[in-house]
């Protein structure tokens, strides 16, 4: 029984060179960045959620965006390299590497931006309606909304292209048993 693995193919270019240099260049830079993002970041979460001085509306909101670098610490960067390095050395990349940091890339990215977009709504009303600002935000109501960001963007991110990765995922499914 012969095993079938998707591929996708790099296309070869007359700067082909240069890419495959740069595709090494950012794959160390990332190795070195990926351990100290994660780490830093870490610190800074951990600093807000265990200290309740620190565990105001606001801070939990800009608390998000730190935990969201250490995914990038955790998940984006180890992919980007490994997609780096598959294509310097194999001039091809598993299919399942691409999808995956490309998932994990737009979670992140759309995670990033409700988060600010929340930051600047929440320091809005902070300003504007300074009585009612404990009303509409208290530190629960900030995290369930934290959660739903995440939960969206993750659901938003597996529905793109879902009915070319569904047949994509049944064929790979298939070829490996």
Known sequence: MSHHVFICRIPISTKFDERLTMNLVTAIINMIASPFSVISNILIVFAIFTTSRLRTPSNLFIGCLPFSDVFVGLAVQPFYICLRLMENQHR??????????????????????????????????????????????????????????????????????????????????????
């Open 92 to 177: 091809s990349v598993l299919c399942f590497i691409r999808v995956i940091f490309s998932n994990t890339f737009f979670v992140r990215c759309g995670v990033s931006f409700v988060t600010l977009s929340s930051v600047t709504y929440e320091r809005f009303v902070a300003v504007r309606l300074r009585a009612r600002y404990n009303d509409v935000f208290t530190g629960k109501r900030v995290l369930k909304f934290i959660a739903a960001i995440w939960i969206l963007n993750m659901l938003s991110t597996s529905s793109r292209r879902g009915k070319k990765r569904a047949k994509i995922g049944h064929k790979f499914v298939q070829t490996i048993f």
